[in-house]
Structure formats: C-alpha cells, structure tokens
C-alpha cells in the first residue's frame, strides 16, 4: 500500500496550505484533498494582522490592538510573542519558498494603495508589494486600456488624501497586447523574455522622476523579482506594484510557489469532493483515504465547502444555511457526517466572532486556527520545537 | 450540466489557473469561453467566439470551480458550433477518432505533402509503433484474487504494444490475472468530445461500453494506463455520457502502490537510479485523481532524484498538438517541461499518457514513458544484477 498519510488535509485554501505545510516540516506525511483550489489566487497577496477596528478604523499598532483591545476575539488570548513566532515561521516559510519579504517583522502596519488610490494598512508583504511607512510622493504607471487601474482618478485621490504628488508615466501598447486583457494577461506577458526587453525600453524612455515606480500588479508571475530588480536599476529608485481585483497576480504568484514547495515535499494532492469524514479517514466518491488525523479546512468564502465555526455551528455559507451544530460526535451523524471520536478539528478564517473581510485579519486567523490545528493533531504546544513526532 | 453551468460567481479562478491563457494572449480563457459565452448564447443565438478550439479541455478549469461549473464541456459545446473548411474538418474528423489512427499505425510516418495538406504540424513527430521484446519477470511474488481488466487505450494498442506487455507482466508477478480489454483498437469518446464533438464522443463511448460489457465477467477491476481514459471512464461517462461501469477504475500507479511488499524490497535493495529524473502527473491525471502519486511511485521505485514536473499541461492534449494551428501554443506548454529538464539535467520524464510522452519527449529531448515501462526496466535491472545486491528480506 503506499503509506497513509498522517494527517489528511480537506481544503486547499490558505488554511489547508499551512496546515500541510506544518505537517511536512516536521517530517509527517500528508494528503491534502480538495474539490476545488481555495481563494488565495484571489488574494492580493497581503496577510493581514489586524487592520481595523471594530469601528472600521484604520489600526496603526496591530501588536497593541491585540494586547489591549482583543480581548472580545478569539485571537485576544494569544501572547504576543506567540504571534510573534507564528508570523516569524510564516516569513520563514516563504523564504524556504522564494516568496520575498522584508529580512524583519514589520513592528507596526505600513500603507500600501489600493487602485482606487486610498491607503490601506498592510501587514506582511511579499516585496514586490507597494508599501510605505508614511505617504511620500510616488509615481504611477499607466497602462493603456487596464479597465481595473483607472491611474488618472487614482492620483487624484491620493494627492487628495495624503497631500503627496502623484505623477504618471504612461507605458504604450505592447505590440502583442490584445483588447481586454487584464493584468493577468499582462504579467503573463511579461514572464516572457518578448515582453521583458519591451518593458525594459519603455521604462528607460521614461521621463527621470524621483519617486518610487509603482506598477500595477502586472510584472510577471514566476519571474517578479528579477524583472524588478532590472527596472529598479533602470530607474534608479524602488520600484513595486499595487494588487489588483481578481484574478490577481499576488495570490497567484503565492499560491504557485507555495504548491510546489508542497509537492516537492511529498504532499499528495488528492482531487474530489469528501462526501464523509470520520476520525482517521476521508471518503471520496468510490475511494476512501485513511491518515492519522483529519483537518477541515474547507473554508467557504466561494461555496467551495461546509464552514464549521469553532463553536461547532456548521453552515453553507453560500446558500446562507444552517446546517447543524456539531457539539457531540453523534452530531457529525445528523450533518451528513459519520459520527466519530476526536473533536473536529478546523482551520481557516471561519472563527466564530471574527469577520476578516471587515477587520482585515484573514492572515491571522489563519495563523491562529492552523497552528492550533497543529498542536492538536502533533500533540504539540507551538511548533518546531518536538522534531520527529510523526 | 445545464443546471450548472449558471452557476459561476465570476470568481476568476478559472482563469487564474488555464494554461492556454499562460502562453495564448489570444486566448479569452475559461470563463469568457464557458459560463459567459454559453449564457449568451442561450439568450440568444452567438457566434463561437474566434480561438474556442485553442482550448486544450485539460480541465483544469473544472477542477478549480468552487462550484463545478462544467467549463471545459460548454467550452467543447461552444467548438461544436464552429465551422471549419473541409480540409480541417476533414482532419479532425479522423483525429477524433483516434482508435482509426490506432489501427493505421503500421502505415508508418505521414508523407510531408499529405500533412501540409491536411494541417498537421510541421514541427511535431508522429509517433513510431514501439514493439521491443518483453521477457518474463519470473515467478509471482504474491497472490491477489482481483482479476484484471488491463484497459489498452488506442494509442497504446497502436503504437505501445511493448508497454502493454510489460505493464502485464508487472501486474502478473503482482498475483493478480490479467485480461486485456476491450481486446480491439477502440476509444472511450475522449478525443472526440476534447475536439468538439460531443455527439461523436457519446457514440464512441457507448461502442466501448458495449464492448467492456461483454468481457465483464473476466475481470473484477480494470485497470488504466492513460490518465484521459481513466478519468473518462470513471467520471465523464456517468455524468456526461449516461454509461455506468460498474467495476472500479484505477489508474496504474495506483495499482503499482499496492504491488507486494516484497517487489518493493527487492527494488530497493539495487542501487538507487543514477541522475535525477521528472514526475509528470499529466492534467487530465491531475483532475481525475490528483497529484503526488507519481512522485511517491518514482521514490519507492529507486528513482531517488526525482522531483515533480513544474508544468500544469504539457499542450499534448490528445491530439491538440498534432493540429498546425495549435503548435505555437503546444510549444510554448512543452517549454515549461524542457526548461526544467534543462535546468535538473534530469535523464527521463515518468509521465501516465503515451501521447503527452511524445510531446515532452521531442520538446526535452529526454526519454519521457509511462511509469510500467521504468518499473520494468527497473525489475528486469534487478533480476539481471540482482545475485550481486543483496535483497533485504534474505
Ligand atoms: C476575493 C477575496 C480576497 C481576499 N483577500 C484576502 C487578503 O488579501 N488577505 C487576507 O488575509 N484575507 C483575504 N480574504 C479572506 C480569505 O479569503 C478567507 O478568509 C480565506 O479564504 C479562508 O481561507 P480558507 O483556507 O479557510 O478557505 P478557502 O480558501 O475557502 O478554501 C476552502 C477549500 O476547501 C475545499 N473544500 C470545501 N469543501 C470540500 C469538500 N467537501 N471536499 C473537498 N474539498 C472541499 C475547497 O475546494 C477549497 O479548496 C479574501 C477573500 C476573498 C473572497
Ligand atoms: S471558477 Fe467557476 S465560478 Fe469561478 S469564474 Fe470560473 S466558472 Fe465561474
Ligand atoms: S479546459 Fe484547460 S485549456 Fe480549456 S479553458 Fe479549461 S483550463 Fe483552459
């Protein structure tokens, strides 16, 4: 037989890569089974702390915001410096990963822009994300005809909002731009050497400035950082983008890189609905997978799947049912579900009481739910420290 | 499927995740091609929409829904409406009847004036029947009361008669009997629908059944060795094709993870496979069962360097590459797989369909076959060097 996993992983959104990826990294086998691919390729690409508060104002401090004010959430018990380990692992992560980010943890949040030009506080970013730490003059590049990058109004209101200027260079047409392509075609594009040396030229017949190029999310999908790196020398100053509407470029690019470090450690991505689940096992129309464990992290922002908040309510967050409350393991029965002997164990954004659209802190109740998940199913407390359970 | 195909959020995944759409800048991409185009066209008569054949029906678009839009069908609906000059249409009705291509093989290469005449790439190597000699493994290690249907897809009853051998002799000295089915070039629909010919495809598909059908009592499983037609069997027939086979269908890496202990012990008593090596799990693999099981075959197998192909599709598709129109995209596709070939100096490509092997095989210039074929060689290795590595279980 080839090897039953240890854990099996249902979801392959944000919360199912990082359970995996804690699992792999202590040498556990894992089998990440999903219907459909999660919504991190609909992420900007940033991973949020917490960037409001409960009266949707801006959080500047989210270290603070948690110490003081979390206490109403279920992220308010956790002490600063087990966020502080978590976030480390995750930039850790990335980098084993090639997902760049800053060499230390921010300490407060910085503004990145969105295309409509207001600031909105950021966490933790890859590098080629825009971000600043006080608004400072920057120069926009236009692209003709990217319907989602209005660059004119997105000046004005940033000059409006932050009293900095605002500058555009407008890119041409590239001679293999065809109508409606949205930034996706264009960092397709621009990953090919063709449309490389295009962007080379155009960058070097801009007009000197001297703030900061910010893009749109456009510049490439698997070769961002040295396509960056020559424009940054180009024009003699940083150069960086602003995430786009879907799909967008960052979460793809994170998603990519972060499945292939999962596949190069042996994770076995199994396609196909779970129709069952039980405490060791899985099962799939005509097969049945069996592992140690079994983690929902079926999340359920697109309909993808069952949302089971950690107050054991389950619901269809699509269709807006309620489909029971999973208290007693004989309650797994009434929900379709066979009735089993651990607790369920659940990872992802759906926490009671937390609504991450609203405060922006999907990246870290992600961290929160996935590590727990973790020290349940490794008998272990925080990470890293028990090598070799599995 | 017309239930679901109203059904998209517009999400974009989709699109986020189409290969065609990472190298074709004219390609519209799934969702303009799928649920938005259909939608219109139920409103009101639409034109096909200009590049609607240079979709591969990889699937991957349906298997990233979050809420199974069958996008790659609307899409194969879509080119059914599309109208081509005889010569093309001429072209593609035999390419969609693969099993005829199958039974022709022995004509050997086309004649230049005849592909240029038919629009067969220029660029693109027809493949030569393979039909090398395949002894026997030697006694059965162990015993398995499963019967065998070893399902022989047309390119392989065709062109890869030597796979078949000795994917049958692995399976044989697994304890399992084996029967070769349907025992005649014939295909499950596959091709057709990829082509756009959903009607062919049926009526294709329901010939095979009825042939499966009347062996049905000489096998318990049937077992694949082309990632298309197994997930065609499985998945597509019920829900696009009204056929219920009611055996299991597994794929043979699948099968092969199950083989005796011992076969494994005994391989990995050899010396690990010099170099490293690609684990190709092809799209249509990708969407019937997943990724991964490849890689851990290759492992277990003593392919020790191997590490999992970084491409999504290789743009075989069937026979999607052999088609003059389609040879800038299929390049573009296969590059991904030369590049990395390139960049590990991997020796050989372990992949689950015979035509994506002859694609990658001519973009990586590296031997690229299907997992039995190095399991084989990898046996036959230790039978050869066997006395001189000790086994662990002696
Ligand atoms: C457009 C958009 C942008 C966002 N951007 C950000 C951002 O930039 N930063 C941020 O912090 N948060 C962001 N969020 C919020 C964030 O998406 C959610 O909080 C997060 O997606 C939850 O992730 P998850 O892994 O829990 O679930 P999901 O990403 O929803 O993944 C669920 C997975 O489970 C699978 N699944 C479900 N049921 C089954 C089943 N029965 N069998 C098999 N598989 C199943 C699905 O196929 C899928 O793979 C964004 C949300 C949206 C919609
Ligand atoms: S993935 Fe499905 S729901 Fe999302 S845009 Fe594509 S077809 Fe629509
Ligand atoms: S079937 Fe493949 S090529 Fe066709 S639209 Fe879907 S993902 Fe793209």
């Given at each position: 037989m080839?090897r039953?996993?240890?854990?099996i992983?249902?979801?392959?959104g944000?919360?199912g890569?990082l359970?995996s990826s804690?699992?792999v990294?202590?040498?556990?086998?894992?089998d990440m089974?999903a219907?459909?691919l999660?919504?991190?390729?609909?992420?900007?690409?940033q991973?949020?702390?917490?960037?409001y508060?409960?009266?949707?104002?801006?959080?500047?401090?989210?270290?603070?915001?948690?110490?003081r004010f979390?206490d109403t959430?279920p992220?308010?018990?956790?002490?600063?410096q087990?966020?502080r380990?978590?976030?480390q692992h995750?930039?850790?992560?990335?980098?084993?990963?090639?997902?760049?980010?800053e060499?230390?943890?921010?300490?407060k949040?910085?503004?990145?822009v969105?295309p409509l030009?207001?600031i909105k506080?950021a966490?933790l970013?890859?590098t080629?994300?825009?971000?600043q730490?006080y608004?400072?003059a920057?120069?926009l590049?236009?692209?003709?005809?990217?319907?989602?990058?209005p660059?004119?109004?997105?000046?004005?209101?940033?000059?409006w909002?932050?009293?900095?200027?605002?500058?555009i260079?407008?890119l041409e047409r590239?001679?293999?731009?065809?109508?409606?392509?949205?930034?996706?075609?264009?960092?397709?594009?621009?990953d090919t050497?063709e449309g490389?040396?295009?962007l080379?030229?155009?960058v070097?017949?801009?007009?000197?400035?001297?703030?900061?190029?910010?893009?749109?999310?456009?510049?490439?999908?698997?070769?961002?950082?040295?396509?960056?790196e020559v424009l940054?020398e180009l024009w003699?100053?940083?150069v960086?983008?602003?995430?786009?509407?879907?799909?967008?470029?960052?979460g793809?690019?994170?998603q990519?890189r972060?499945?292939?470090?999962?596949?190069?450690?042996?994770?076995?991505?199994?396609q196909?609905?779970v129709?069952?689940?039980?405490?060791?096992?899985a099962?799939?129309?005509?097969?049945?997978?069996?592992?140690?464990?079994?983690v929902?992290a079926?999340?359920?922002?697109?309909?993808?799947?069952?949302e089971?908040?950690?107050?054991?309510?389950?619901?269809?967050r699509?269709?807006?049912l309620?489909?029971g409350?999973?208290?007693?393991?004989e309650?797994?029965?009434s929900?379709?579900?066979?009735?089993?002997?651990?607790?369920?164990?659940?990872?992802?954004s759906?926490?009671?009481?937390?609504?991450?659209?609203?405060?922006?802190d999907g990246?870290?109740?992600?961290?929160?739910t996935?590590?727990?998940v973790f020290?349940?199913?490794s008998g272990?407390?925080?990470r890293l420290?028990?090598?070799?359970?599995? | 499927?017309?239930?679901?195909?109203?059904?998209?959020?517009k999400?974009?995944?989709?699109?986020?995740?189409c290969?065609?759409?990472?190298?074709?800048?004219?390609?519209?991409?799934?969702?303009?091609?799928?649920?938005?185009?259909?939608r219109q066209?139920q409103?009101?008569?639409?034109a096909?929409l200009?590049?609607?054949?240079d979709c591969?029906?990889c699937q991957?678009?349906?298997?990233v829904?979050?809420?199974?839009?069958?996008i790659?069908?609307l899409i194969?609906?879509?080119?059914a409406?599309?109208?081509?000059s005889?010569?093309v249409w001429?072209r593609?009705?035999?390419?969609?009847?693969?099993?005829?291509?199958a039974?022709?093989?022995?004509?050997?290469a086309?004649?230049?004036?005849m592909?240029?005449?038919g629009?067969?790439?220029?660029?693109?190597?027809?493949p030569?029947p393979r039909k090398?000699?395949?002894?026997?493994?030697?006694?059965?290690?162990?015993a398995?009361?499963?019967?065998?249907?070893?399902?022989?897809?047309c390119?392989?009853?065709?062109?890869d008669q030597?796979l078949?051998?000795?994917a049958?002799?692995?399976?044989?000295i697994?304890?399992?009997?084996?029967?070769?089915?349907?025992?005649?070039?014939?295909?499950?629909?596959a091709?057709a629908?990829?082509?756009g010919?959903?009607?062919?495809?049926k009526?294709?598909?329901?010939?095979?059944?009825?042939?499966l059908?009347?062996?049905?009592?000489?096998?318990?499983?049937?077992?694949?060795?082309?990632?298309?037609?197994?997930?065609t069997?499985?998945?597509e027939?019920?829900?696009?094709?009204?056929?219920?086979?009611?055996?299991?269908v597994?794929p043979?890496?699948?099968?092969?993870?199950?083989?005796?202990?011992?076969?494994?012990?005994q391989?990995?008593?050899?010396?690990?496979?010099?170099g490293?090596w690609?684990t190709?799990?092809?799209?249509?693999?990708?969407?019937a069962?997943?990724d991964g099981?490849?890689?851990e075959?290759?492992?277990r197998?003593?392919?020790?360097?191997?590490?999992?192909?970084d491409a999504?599709?290789c743009?075989?598709?069937?026979?999607?590459?052999?088609?003059a129109?389609?040879?800038?995209?299929?390049?573009?596709?296969?590059?991904?797989?030369?590049?990395q070939a390139?960049?590990?100096?991997a020796?050989g490509?372990?992949?689950?369909?015979?035509?994506?092997?002859i694609h990658m095989?001519?973009?990586?210039s590296?031997p690229a076959?299907?997992?039995a074929?190095?399991?084989?060689?990898?046996?036959?290795?230790?039978?050869?060097e066997?006395e001189t590595?000790?086994?662990?279980?002696?």
């Amino acid at each position: 037989m080839s090897r039953a996993s240890d854990v099996i992983v249902i979801g392959r959104g944000p919360a199912g890569l990082l359970v995996s990826s804690l699992v792999v990294e202590q040498g556990g086998q894992v089998d990440m089974i999903a219907d459909g691919l999660g919504t991190l390729p609909l992420w900007g690409g940033q991973f949020d702390f917490r960037s409001y508060d409960n009266d949707r104002k801006p959080v500047a401090d989210p270290w603070a915001w948690w110490h003081r004010f979390g206490d109403t959430h279920p992220g308010g018990s956790v002490s600063a410096q087990m966020w502080r380990s978590w976030w480390q692992h995750l930039r850790d992560l990335w980098f084993t990963m090639e997902i760049p980010t800053e060499k230390l943890l921010p300490t407060k949040n910085r503004g990145t822009v969105t295309p409509l030009g207001r600031i909105k506080p950021a966490f933790l970013v890859p590098t080629w994300q825009f971000t600043q730490e006080y608004a400072g003059a920057i120069t926009l590049v236009g692209v003709p005809d990217l319907v989602d990058f209005p660059v004119e109004a997105m000046a004005r209101v940033y000059t409006w909002t932050t009293g900095m200027t605002a500058e555009i260079r407008w890119l041409e047409r590239s001679p293999s731009w065809r109508p409606g392509w949205n930034g996706l075609n264009w960092a397709w594009y621009l990953d090919t050497e063709e449309g490389r040396r295009w962007l080379w030229e155009q960058v070097k017949s801009f007009r000197r400035g001297s703030a900061p190029l910010v893009f749109p999310q456009i510049l490439g999908v698997d070769h961002t950082e040295s396509l960056i790196e020559v424009l940054g020398e180009l024009w003699g100053r940083g150069v960086a983008e602003i995430p786009l509407p879907p799909p967008s470029v960052g979460g793809l690019r994170l998603q990519r890189r972060w499945e292939r470090w999962l596949r190069r450690k042996g994770v076995r991505l199994v396609q196909g609905r779970v129709k069952e689940i039980g405490g060791d096992f899985a099962a799939l129309e005509g097969r049945r997978i069996h592992g140690g464990h079994v983690v929902l992290a079926t999340g359920g922002v697109l309909g993808g799947g069952l949302e089971v908040l950690i107050d054991g309510q389950v619901r269809d967050r699509l269709m807006g049912l309620s489909l029971g409350v999973v208290k007693e393991p004989e309650d797994l029965a009434s929900i379709g579900y066979r009735s089993w002997l651990e607790p369920t164990r659940v990872a992802g954004s759906a926490l009671a009481g937390c609504d991450p659209n609203r405060h922006g802190d999907g990246g870290a109740m992600m961290l929160l739910t996935s590590h727990a998940v973790f020290s349940a199913v490794s008998g272990q407390e925080g990470r890293l420290e028990h090598a070799g359970r599995f | 499927m017309r239930d679901a195909f109203d059904a998209c959020l517009k999400c974009t995944l989709c699109v986020s995740q189409c290969p065609v759409m990472s190298v074709n800048p004219d390609f519209p991409g799934p969702k303009a091609l799928g649920p938005e185009w259909y939608r219109q066209n139920q409103a009101q008569m639409t034109a096909p929409l200009p590049h609607v054949d240079d979709c591969t029906f990889c699937q991957i678009c349906e298997s990233v829904c979050p809420v199974d839009v069958p996008i790659a069908h609307l899409i194969a609906e879509q080119k059914a409406e599309k109208k081509h000059s005889l010569r093309v249409w001429l072209r593609d009705e035999i390419l969609a009847r693969p099993q005829w291509v199958a039974r022709m093989a022995w004509l050997g290469a086309i004649p230049e004036p005849m592909r240029r005449l038919g629009k067969i790439s220029p660029g693109v190597q027809l493949p030569k029947p393979r039909k090398g000699q395949v002894r026997t493994l030697g006694e059965p290690l162990g015993a398995d009361p499963r019967r065998i249907g070893l399902f022989v897809d047309c390119y392989s009853s065709g062109y890869d008669q030597e796979l078949v051998m000795r994917a049958r002799e692995l399976l044989r000295i697994w304890g399992f009997s084996v029967t070769l089915v349907p025992g005649e070039a014939q295909c499950c629909g596959a091709a057709a629908y990829a082509a756009g010919n959903p009607g062919l495809a049926k009526s294709t598909g329901h010939a095979m059944f009825r042939t499966l059908n009347r062996k049905k009592s000489d096998y318990d499983v049937i077992v694949t060795l082309n990632a298309t037609c197994d997930g065609t069997l499985r998945d597509e027939w019920p829900e696009f094709y009204g056929l219920q086979i009611t055996v299991p269908v597994i794929p043979f890496d699948e099968i092969a993870n199950q083989a005796p202990e011992l076969f494994w012990e005994q391989l990995a008593s050899l010396p690990a496979e010099p170099g490293a090596w690609i684990t190709h799990t092809t799209c249509r693999g990708k969407v019937a069962r997943g990724d991964g099981q490849l890689w851990e075959l290759a492992k277990r197998a003593g392919f020790w360097d191997a590490e999992p192909s970084d491409a999504v599709c290789c743009g075989a598709g069937g026979s999607y590459a052999f088609k003059a129109e389609h040879e800038s995209t299929a390049e573009q596709l296969a590059f991904r797989v030369r590049e990395q070939a390139l960049s590990s100096e991997a020796k050989g490509i372990i992949t689950d369909s015979g035509t994506c092997a002859i694609h990658m095989e001519q973009a990586a210039s590296i031997p690229a076959r299907h997992p039995a074929y190095w399991l084989y060689a990898r046996y036959l290795r230790y039978l050869e060097e066997g006395e001189t590595h000790e086994t662990k279980t002696s």
